[in-house]
Structure formats: C-alpha cells, structure tokens
C-alpha cells in the first residue's frame, strides 16, 4: 500500500517541560515560531488549491499531547474542515512518554489522529537523566502499552550516542523498543547543535562526539534487530535543513545520507560473512535486489574495496538479481595457481 504525503506542521518546543541537553527544536526542524491554528488552515488551504488529496497531517517538533488542551483542540479543530472534504485521511503527531493516558488518547482519536509518535530516545534511565530527559524508560513502556492498547499506530523514537550511552546501550535500547512490537521506528543518532547544553558539554570535554562513523557501527548492529523482528524503520538519521547545513549542526552524525551508510555498512558485514571461505585470488560476484546495488558497492566503491583487499580477491563485482530478495548471492572463480 502506497504511503500517505505528509504534510508537516512543527510546533518546537511546545509542550516541553525541560531542555533535553541535545535539542534545539528550532534548528533541528527549520521552523523558528511554533505553529498556530491560522498556520494549519492556511497550509491545509494551499494544499487543496495545489488539488492534494489524501494526506497524512502531522504535527511535529514538540510534544503534542502536553501542551494546554485549548491549544490542542485548537490545532486539531483547524483541520477538521480538511478532513471531511478528503484534503486529509489522516493526522499523527510526536509526544513525550510521559505525556500520555487514557483520557488523552480518547480525545485524540476523536479528531482523528490515527498515530501517535512516542520520544523514548533511550531505555536506559541512567542516559535518560544524563540527557535531561526527564521520563523513564518505564514511562515509555506504559505509554506505548495504552497507544498500541487504544488501536492507534504507534511509532517509536530513539538516540544513539546519548550522554552515557555506548555501543552496548544503545543495542540494549533497541533490543527494549523491538519488544514493545511499535508499527515502525525513527533512529536518531545524536548531532551537536549550536547552542545546546550538549555543545557546551562537549567544548568542556565531559561529552564526547558520536561521530557519524560510531553511528554508522552502532546503527549497523541495530537496524537486524527491527528488520528481524518485521518493524520499519521508517527514518535513520536526522533530516537535512538549511539551518543545520549552515552549521547549526557543530558535530556529531550528522550526514545526508546517513540511512544509506548504515545499510551499506550492513551488506559489507553480510558479504564478509559469504566471502571468509573463499579461496585468496579468487574472483568474486556478489549478487543483490536491483535497489541494492548501490548500498553494496558502497559509496565510491568503498565496500567492494575494502572486502576485495581483506579477502585478497582478485575481483569483486556487484550485479543486481531480481531474485536476490532481502539476501546476498555469491559466485566464485577460483583463479588457476
């Protein structure tokens, strides 16, 4: 089924009831002043003129659910007119974990929203506190057990490279949120934007960057554990803005094509495994779904480079194979000595 056009509307910050030390809503979403009702309406209105039907309305950037109910109704009111005449079939937005229960999913499935997008970012409490986020890990299993519970989808954030995180932690997260069973995930692994309390731990040396290559290892251990257990991961890596281009973003992973490393980064370990019996010299053709040719070559090549000198190949080839499925052929020719 093909997925709904979204239609972004940030309200940064809203809602929020502390700093969390890696964010700057402002930055990270390009938007500088939360929206208000007028905003949705006459983006919804643009929509419709542009005859766009069928969208996925989608509130983003702060958390939805912990704002003052007025402002709630408000913003959902506004949409309501666009989702009779068809403009909108849908409407999700992003919370806190700790930001959500009973009665308030009830009243949003009266306007309409059809998922909810939970901030659990780690489970670990020690990082949780480290990165101010104020919620436990527990705060976001319950909050997940009354979304999924409610009938509403449910999609699940998480950071990799939090402040007292590691390689390690961020496994256990992911091992944590796969178990909760979310209808997808976004994976976030931390970037240092400018004038954040993270920049500032990080200029004093009490933190230290998650490059985009920690990103790329860690990453690469956890997206096999969502796609083992059938979950979407529906965005790795934060999306580019002009703002964090400009240098809003001062470190960290913070890459265009994260998504892309990760998974090629993911191939190049599967290819190892295929190729540790293959005799030195050989020359080798590694055979992949036609949408995966290039996150197995690697960008400018470097996968087939860097298996073709830690197996001693004599060549190295990727070529598609419509059935190749999720999985890796391999042929070999065994170079006469």
């Not at 700093?19 to 208000?36: E, H, M, T, Y």
């Not at 005449?85 to 937005?93: M, P, Q, S, W």
């Not at 780690?122 to 480290?130: F, G, K, N, R």
């Not at 996150?295 to 400018?300: E, K, V």
């Amino acid at each position: 089924m093909a997925r709904a056009r979204i239609l972004p509307i940030f309200v940064p910050h809203l809602g929020c009831p502390n700093d969390c030390v890696f964010c700057d809503q402002k930055r990270i979403s390009g938007s500088p002043l939360p929206a208000d009702r007028l905003d949705v309406a006459a983006a919804l209105e643009g929509a419709r003129d542009q005859g766009l039907a069928g969208l996925e309305l989608a509130f983003y950037g702060g958390s939805f659910t912990a704002v003052s109910p007025v402002l709630q109704r408000e913003l959902l009111e506004a949409a309501q007119p666009y989702r009779r005449d068809g403009t909108v079939t849908a409407i999700r937005l992003s919370t806190r974990p700790d930001a959500v229960d009973g009665d308030i999913l009830a009243f949003l499935k009266e306007y309409g929203v059809g998922t909810v997008e939970l901030g659990a970012q780690s489970m670990d409490d020690a990082v949780l506190a480290a990165s101010g986020r104020g919620h436990t890990a527990e705060d976001t299993v319950r909050a997940a057990e009354l979304v999924k519970a409610s009938g509403l989808r449910l999609i699940l954030q998480m950071m990799t490279g939090l402040p007292g995180s590691d390689r390690e932690k961020d496994v256990a997260s992911a091992r944590r949120i796969a178990a909760l069973c979310p209808d997808g995930v976004r994976i976030y692994p931390t970037v240092i934007v400018r004038n954040t309390a993270l920049e500032d731990m990080w200029r004093a040396g009490t933190y230290r960057e998650h490059t985009v290559s920690d990103a790329v290892a860690v990453c690469a251990d956890i997206l096999p554990i969502f796609e083992c257990a059938g979950i979407p991961v529906i965005r790795l890596g934060l999306n580019p803005t002009a703002e964090l281009t400009a240098g809003g973003a001062v470190a960290g992973a913070y890459h265009p094509a994260l998504g892309e490393l990760v998974r090629s980064e993911v191939l190049r370990r599967r290819a190892a495994e295929l190729l540790r019996d293959v005799p030195t010299g050989a020359a080798v053709r590694l055979f992949v779904a036609p949408n995966r040719v290039s996150a197995m070559t690697g960008q400018h090549r470097a996968n087939v480079r860097a298996l073709k000198e830690e197996f001693s190949l004599s060549d190295l080839t990727v070529k598609p194979a419509a059935d190749a499925g999720e999985g890796i052929k391999i042929e070999v020719d065994v170079q006469p000595v």
